[in-house]
Structure formats: structure tokens, C-alpha cells
Nanobody
Framework: QVQLVQSGGGLVQAGGSLRLSCTAP????????MGWFRQAPGQERELVAA????????YSADSVKGRVTLTRDHAKNTVFLQMNSLKSEDTAVYYC????????????WGQGTQVTVSS
């Protein structure tokens, strides 16, 4: 069952930008961490970036560091993943997820959205 609603995927040329959004159906709370994962065909799922609702610095994987920005809109219960300078290797299905702070596993997940980067 989809617990988080995603939007913003699509087709973009290499070097372009996309902004993905992830909206919770109910109010979010400060003890949650929001993460973005991606999974390319035949590859394992990897964590791309994460941010806490309570603030503080965001995490980003080395593969996307400097090219992604995480932002939060508390009023809209939404977190955004801004991706710039996209590369073909960024092509994947992107999932947003949420977990309780201090927990290892993400408990709530979005439906996934396809990001395809072409040359």
C-alpha cells in the first residue's frame, strides 16, 4: 500500500534538472527522517539522500553529492529532491521513504517515479 505520494519524475536530457516531490497523506512530525532511494534495472536499491524534519544537515550519496538539494515544506507535508546536472547513470526508479529517527529501517514508502536521463 502506498503511504507517501510522489510526483516530478520524467524524461530529461543529460545536464538537465528535475525536482521530485514526496507528500505525506497526514501531518508529518519532527521525529521522522525522509529518505530518497533509487533502483536501476538489475541493480540494488541505494540511498540517494535523506533529511530530518527537525532540521540539520542533509545527507547525500557520493554519486550525487553537489548535484542534489533536499528541501522541506512543513505546511504542505512535502519534501523535495532537486536534481541538477543529471547524468545517464541517474536513470532509475526513485522512491521516497520515511522512518523514525534512530530506527534503521524505513517504514513508509512512496509508489516510486521513473527518472530517465537521455543524451
Amino acid at each position: 500500500q502506498v503511504q507517501l505520494v510522489q510526483s516530478g519524475g520524467g524524461l530529461v536530457q543529460a545536464g538537465g534538472s528535475l525536482r521530485l516531490s514526496c507528500t505525506a497523506p497526514r501531518r508529518t512530525y519532527l521525529n521522522l527522517t525522509m529518505g530518497w532511494f533509487r533502483q536501476a534495472p538489475g541493480q540494488e536499491r541505494e540511498l540517494v539522500a535523506a533529511i530530518s524534519w527537525s532540521g540539520g544537515p542533509a545527507y547525500s550519496a557520493d554519486s550525487v553529492k553537489g548535484r542534489v538539494t533536499l528541501t522541506r515544506d512543513h505546511a504542505k507535508n512535502t519534501v523535495f529532491l532537486q536534481m541538477n546536472s543529471l547524468k545517464s547513470e541517474d536513470t532509475a526508479v526513485y522512491y521516497c521513504a520515511a522512518k523514525r529517527r534512530g530506527e534503521k529501517s524505513y517504514e513508509w514508502w512512496g509508489q516510486g517515479t521513473q527518472v530517465t536521463v537521455s543524451s
